[in-house]
Structures are given as structure tokens and as C-alpha cells.
């Protein structure tokens, strides 16, 4: 080497290892590049009939050997490794090369490997671009090319590995960052010739006849196996020869099947075809992946009303292997579909449900006008987050929910403030309910700081972003919703309760919220039961981990889902009665101090029927077992608006605001 300049003369001491067959053009490019790279290449010619030889012939370090095909790919490997000159070995194939401007970082990089790999172990491994009708394309899987005869030679009639000889010894890939390109599947009637033999090759390794080469279900695993390691093309060919010979679509694995040859085709751009195929089918069978998929083929062939009814279907299921599909990016697909089929205000619901990953395309329809503006509110606890999209007209359009971990002021604000900053372009006010002490009148929080010391929430929000805003605590906001529009409408006297992280709540007391000097009331998290904050003993998250850790549930259970198993199970059931209990005797002695006739349980646990139904049983128990009783009994039921009703009250409370 002289400088950085590649010389023609410095040449590797390693023997690249070739067999071919009618590939003399091929061959001879392949050969103008490796005799700039090594100083020796063996040529194993399987039976040509073209000018194989007379190519070899023409390079100076290239040697012809004709070996009689064996119909064994490691038989023929191997014995080009018998006649290399040199251990050190690189394999390739006829249509292969490495590109001409590339080579001296080929050189480097094969020399290093060489040089510093334990060569007992190792082997080079590097990526493989394959050129389509549609550009170049990686292969999903690494080739293995570089590796020293003393250690290794080949195993496998087909699928051909080079494997170290010492049996107890297991290889070592070592990625090399080169491309090695390839254009063997340009042309379909070579291509089909290939696929044609590798399976006689398969059938023969696994010792089943050459008629199995018509069985159907022998194509189809023929084809995954095709398709696991990244030979795409390939895998087209016997995936069209297995449906060419299926007869039985009801089988098992039909469905399957199918739906792996259809993101096959997707992948290799074979949209049009993929179409025929669903349609000539029927739908896939009834699963997120495959109503996902279907709704992907119906979209780029422009059938955008069957797209959003299978991305519906896909969301609706919410039980894809591959999850975003039935999450964040499934309802970008949709929202997308939705706004191509000329529904741009159905579209905003889906792109912010879809998150940061549809905010560009908010701005763009709020840019072009296609949708009017919107109010944000938002529900803050110290675990969950809730957003919600408001229209003019009152509607929730839109909402979501995400795990946070707020502690303090500064966490707190930090999150309105990036959350605002992301949807500015589109709201025209925000609505937030708050965990913790809040002033509403001033626009104050204290949360878990001192009496008196208050933050500013509001006033630096609208500095900032020049927006009306208001902020109530999260259960009053709730409280605001269920005495307006839920259950505990046309109740002059009664409470809600929250059941979260915390328990919180409210009063209602002669039609009015009651909110108490400080802004406390109805802080029900600090009633004292046994020596413990009802925080500790009735918080819903609690009882909901509990649950989950003595079910095993998995991840994927709604806590629905938990609570309804956890019914079942004896233990568990003990849980929720004992839950149950102490949440009555809350509830009792909210009656005795306030006098109430309708109380609501709010918070995502309490919309379980069932809680409902013990808690108005434990309720009747404890009334029962006082003495001379004169309570008068109140209604207990589940709050109307759930957890959304947080949501509810804030925007509620903005629009009150504007409209002074």
C-alpha cells in the first residue's frame, strides 16, 4: 500500500473459492474484481456449456477445475476448499462482486479479520445487496464468507454452513461492515430454474421422494423456510407454487399461511397482486395482524373504505403479535385512510390518539384548514396521565391515557408544558385537573408543599403560550362532570369518590361543590382508618398490583380482565371483599357527617359492577351491625363518565371561563 491509494499489486494471500454454472458474463465480472483483491481463485465449473473456461482462462490468478455436480452444494464448497493455495478462504458466488470503489475498504477489512479473529472459531460475516426490478435491498440476514480451511468445512446438501471440524467448537460470526452485491434474481425463468432445484435438493436431504415436490403443505414450509432467512424471492416462488396447489383452504395453517405471503408481497411491492389474492380469499381470518394487514393492501391500492373498516377491526381486536399494530401505529394507518377517504375530522381523532407520531400530520390538516380548532384538557394523577381533544360542541372526540410519575411541582409542570407545546397549533384553551391542593380562583397548585405556598400554574402557562387556561383539583373536576351531566345530576346533597392511586372525591352540599377554607375538602386520601391513610388501605392501584401478582396475569389483561379472573379465585376474591369493606366504611361515615342522598364511585375500578354490587352489600353489613341506627340509607352507583370524567370537568371549567 503507498498512502490511502489501492494497489492492484497487493494482493491477499487468500483463495476465493467460486462454483458456476452457465454464468460466464457473470463470472467474468466477479473475476475483474476479486483479481484486484486476491492473489489466488478457484473456479469450479458444475457443468457449463457456455465460455466458462475461456473466461477463467483469461485471469492470471484464476484456476479451472470441472467438477461433476453432485447434487450436494457442500460436496462442491468443499472441494474448492481441497484445491485453494491458501487457508484463508472467501466465498463467492458468480453473480456477486464487490463494487469497484469499494475495494480497498474490502481489502482493509478482509486483511483485519484475518489478522485479528480467533480464525478456530471465526467467521466473517457481511450484508448482501440484492438488486430487484425496484432498486437494491438488503437481504434480512447476514452471507458467512470468511473463515480458514484448517478449521472449518462445509455441512448441508442446500442450505450449505461452513462448520468447524473440532464437533465440540461453536463459531463465532464476525460482522464485517461490507456489501457484497448481488443480482441473481433479475431474471424470473433463471430465478424459477433454481427454486426448482433447490427443492428436489431439500426433498432429497430429508429423504422424501420427488413427488412430495407437488405437496402442497411441503411448498408452504419450503417457502417459510425461504422466508425466515431473508431469501425473498425465493420464497415468492414457493409460496405462488404452494396456493397453485392447495386444495384444502380450510386447513390450520391456510390462514397463516396466507398471511405471510401477502406481507411477503407487500415487502417486494407485489401490491396489485396481493389485492387479487384478498380478494379472490375473502378476508383473512379474524385477528389484529391480518385485519391490519389487509387494511395496508387496501390502502395502497386506494380502496380506503375497506382499509378503515380492517384498521378498525385491527384496533377493535388490540391483540397483535406485533403490538403498535393494534396500538400507535395502527391508528396512524387508520387516521391516514380516513383522511384520504376525505374525512379529515375523524382523522384528527386517530392521529392524536396515534401520539408524537401524528403530530406532523395534525399540522398539516390544521395548515390546510380541513378541520376547525379544538380544546385540550388534561387529567393529571401521580401515575396516569389523561388527554382528551373537546370540539366546539362539548364532544370528547378524542382522549388517551399514558403512565407518568409525578412527585413534585417542577415534574408537573414540566409535562403540561411539553404536552401543550406539542399541540398548540391546534387548541384554543386548556382545561387541567390536578392531583393535590388547588386553588382554582387564583389558578394556584400546592400539592404536597406547605399551606401557603402556592405555584403560579396558570399564570405562566398563558404567558407562555397565550392561551385561556384553568386548573381544578382532579376530583372536584370529577365532581364538576357527574353533578352536571353524570350521576349525581339534580342531586342537591352528595358525594363522589375516586378510586386511583389515591382516594379522592368530593361533596356536594345544597347544589354546590364544597371545597372547605384551604381547598381540602374532600381530600379523602387523609381520613384516617386503623392508623393508616386511606391512601395506603384504598387505593385502587394497589389493590389492582395485588391482584395482579397473586393471579401471575399477563401484561397484555385489562384490569378489567384481572377483576373478573380475580373473582374466581378464593384468595384474590378475599382481596376485593376486604377492599370492599374498608371502602364501606368510608363511605358510612361520609353518611353519618354530610347526611348524603346519592353517592358515586368514580375511577377506572369503579365501573366493575360487581364492586358495586359488595360494596353496597358490605354497606348494608355495617349499617346493620350499628345500634339504634337513624342514618338514612343513600343510593351508591357507579359514576356515569368513569374515568373520563376528570376530562370532563376541566374543559367544563374552561368553558365557563371563556365565556365571561
Known amino acids: 500500500m503507498k498512502g490511502t491509494e489501492f494497489m492492484e499489486t497487493d494482493l491477499l494471500a487468500v483463495s476465493a473459492c467460486i462454483i458456476t454454472r452457465n454464468e460466464a458474463e457473470k463470472l467474468r465480472r466477479c473475476l475483474a474484481c476479486l483479481s484486484k483483491l486476491v492473489a489466488d481463485i478457484v473456479v469450479i465449473d458444475t457443468g457449463s456449456q457456455d465460455e466458462t473456461a475461456a473466461v477463467v482462462a483469461g485471469v492470471e490468478v484464476a484456476r479451472y477445475f470441472y467438477y461433476e455436480w453432485p447434487d450436494d452444494f457442500s460436496l462442491a464448497r468443499n472441494y474448492a476448499l481441497k484445491q485453494a493455495k491458501y487457508d484463508q478462504i472467501l466465498v463467492i458466488d458468480s453473480d456477486e462482486w464487490f463494487a469497484s470503489a469499494k475495494l480497498e475498504q474490502v481489502r482493509t477489512q478482509i486483511a483485519d479479520f484475518f489478522a485479528k479473529a480467533d480464525l478456530r472459531t471465526a467467521v466473517g460475516s457481511f450484508v448482501r445487496l440484492n438488486q430487484t426490478e425496484s432498486g437494491w435491498q438488503a437481504s434480512q440476514y447476514l452471507v458467512t464468507r470468511l473463515f480458514s480451511k484448517k478449521y472449518f468445512r462445509y455441512q448441508g446438501k442446500l442450505h450449505e454452513r461452513p462448520m468447524p471440524l473440532a464437533g465440540e467448537k461453536k463459531r463465532k460470526e464476525v460482522k464485517l461492515e461490507l456489501e457484497l452485491l448481488h443480482d441473481g434474481y433479475l431474471k424470473p425463468e433463471v430465478f424459477e430454474q433454481k427454486a426448482k432445484r433447490n427443492l428436489l435438493l431439500l426433498l432429497k436431504e430429508q429423504g422424501l421422494p420427488a413427488e412430495a415436490a407437488k405437496n402442497p403443505y411441503v411448498l408452504y414450509q419450503v417457502a417459510q423456510t425461504y422466508r425466515q432467512t431473508g431469501r425473498k424471492q425465493m420464497a415468492l416462488v414457493y409460496f405462488r407454487w404452494w396456493l397453485l396447489a392447495e386444495t384444502n383452504v380450510g386447513q390450520s395453517y391456510f390462514q397463516a399461511g396466507l398471511a405471510t405471503y401477502l406481507e411477503l408481497l407487500l415487502e417486494c411491492e407485489q401490491v396489485e397482486f396481493a389485492s387479487q389474492l384478498l380478494t379472490a380469499f375473502g378476508d383473512l381470518q379474524l385477528d389484529a395482524d391480518n385485519s391490519y394487514l389487509a387494511g395496508v393492501i387496501y390502502s395502497q391500492v386506494h380502496d380506503f373504505d375497506k382499509a378503515v373498516a380492517h384498521y378498525r377491526q385491527a384496533l377493535a381486536l388490540g391483540n397483535a403479535k406485533q403490538a403498535d399494530r393494534s396500538g400507535q401505529l395502527g391508528q396512524l394507518m387508520l387516521a391516514n385512510a380516513l383522511e384520504l377517504s376525505g374525512k379529515p375530522n375523524e382523522a384528527v381523532v386517530h392521529y392524536f390518539a396515534a401520539r408524537l407520531n401524528g403530530l406532523s400530520d395534525l399540522k398539516r390538516l390544521k395548515e390546510r384548514q380541513f378541520v376547525a380548532d379544538y380544546y385540550l384538557a388534561l387529567d ?21 391515557i399514558e403512565a407518568v410519575q409525578l412527585k413534585n411541582y417542577q415534574q408537573v409542570e414540566a409535562t403540561v408544558m411539553t404536552i401543550i407545546a ?26 404536597v408543599t406547605p399551606l401557603g405556598y402556592e405555584q403560579p400554574l396558570v399564570e405562566r402557562l398563558e404567558a407562555k403560550f397565550n392561551l385561556p387556561v384553568v386548573v381544578i383539583n382532579d376530583a372536584k373536576a370529577a365532581l364538576l362532570a357527574e353533578q352536571t351531566m353524570g350521576s349525581l345530576k339534580a342531586v342537591s346533597d352528595g358525594a363522589l369518590v375516586t378510586l386511583g392511586t389515591s382516594i379522592g372525591g368530593g361533596v356536594i352540599l345544597a347544589n354546590r361543590i364544597h371545597e372547605g377554607r384551604h381547598q381540602l375538602a374532600g381530600e379523602f386520601s387523609y381520613l384516617v382508618q386503623n392508623k393508616r391513610f386511606l391512601s395506603e388501605s384504598a387505593s385502587a392501584v394497589k389493590l389492582m398490583t395485588a391482584l395482579r401478582d397473586l393471579l401471575g396475569a399477563a401484561k397484555e389483561m385489562t384490569d378489567h380482565q384481572v377483576f373478573l379472573a380475580a373473582l374466581e379465585n378464593p384468595l384474590a376474591k378475599e382481596l376485593i371483599q376486604t377492599y370492599s369493606y374498608n371502602l364501606a366504611t368510608v363511605l358510612v361515615n361520609l353518611q353519618v357527617s354530610f347526611d348524603l342522598e346519592r353517592i358515586a364511585i368514580g375511577g377506572g375500578l369503579g365501573q366493575e359492577e360487581k364492586l358495586i354490587t359488595l360494596l353496597n352489600q358490605s354497606f348494608l353489613e355495617i349499617m346493620g351491625s350499628l345500634p339504634n341506627n337513624p342514618l338514612y340509607r343513600p343510593e ?5 363518565l368513569g374515568n373520563q370524567a376528570g376530562l370532563y370537568g376541566a374543559y367544563q371549567l374552561l368553558t365557563e371561563r371563556m365565556k365571561r
Do not use: W
Request: aromatic share 8%; charged share 15%; proline share 0%.
Open 380 to 400: 393529571l394523577g401521580q401515575s396516569h396521565l389523561k388527554l382528551g381533544l373537546f370540539d366546539e360542541e362539548g364532544n370528547l372526540v378524542a382522549s388517551r
Open 422 to 447: 406539542n399541540y398548540q397549533f391546534l387548541i384554543s384553551g386548556v382545561g387541567i385537573a390536578l392531583f393535590g391542593r388547588v386553588n382554582t380562583q387564583k389558578g394556584t397548585i400546592g400539592l
Open 636 to 640: 351508591l352507583v357507579a359514576a356515569k
